[in-house]
């Protein structure tokens, strides 16, 4: 199983970003993948997941809108749309993926970010900053 994320960069506040993670060796629709981003000195958070099968969604309460995932199942890509970048996204930001069953069954209220993720990549770095 690869899990591979791009798209990071070095942005000023208030741009955008779309982050991609493509994962392969896996049958995509049976799974969930997550974002999480790690800022230095700080735990790793949980951003977003989505279940491939039927497109259940979760955000983080931070989220507050400004950030979006999707999913392209035909190309096992999940992408994440970063908006209205702060100078506290800075962080690195990676995926992983998991039993999309688990997700369902247990990832509501906020606890899919805290479940066990079987795959992960190495992350991609987001930098904003004026």
């Known amino acids: 199983v690869q899990v591979v994320e791009s798209g990071g960069g070095s942005v000023q506040p208030g741009d955008s970003l779309t982050l991609s993670c493509v994962v392969s060796?896996?049958?995509?629709?049976?799974?969930?993948v997550g974002w999480f981003r790690q800022a230095p000195g700080k735990e790793r958070e949980g951003i977003s997941c989505?279940?491939?099968?039927?497109?259940?969604?979760y955000y983080a309460d931070f989220v507050k809108g400004r950030f979006t995932i999707s999913s392209n199942n035909a190309e096992s890509t999940v992408y994440l749309h970063l908006n209205n970048l702060k100078p506290e996204d800075t962080a690195v930001y990676s995926c992983?993926?998991?039993?999309?069953?688990?997700?369902?069954?247990?990832?509501?209220?906020?606890?899919?970010?805290?479940?066990?993720?079987?795959?992960w990549g190495q992350g991609t770095q987001v930098t904003v900053a004026s």
């Open positions: 989505i279940v491939n099968e039927d497109a259940t969604i």
């Open positions: 992983r993926a998991t039993w999309g069953r688990t997700v369902a069954e247990k990832g509501g209220g906020g606890k899919w970010s805290s479940l066990y993720w079987d795959y």
């Open positions: 060796g896996i049958t995509f629709n049976d799974y969930a």
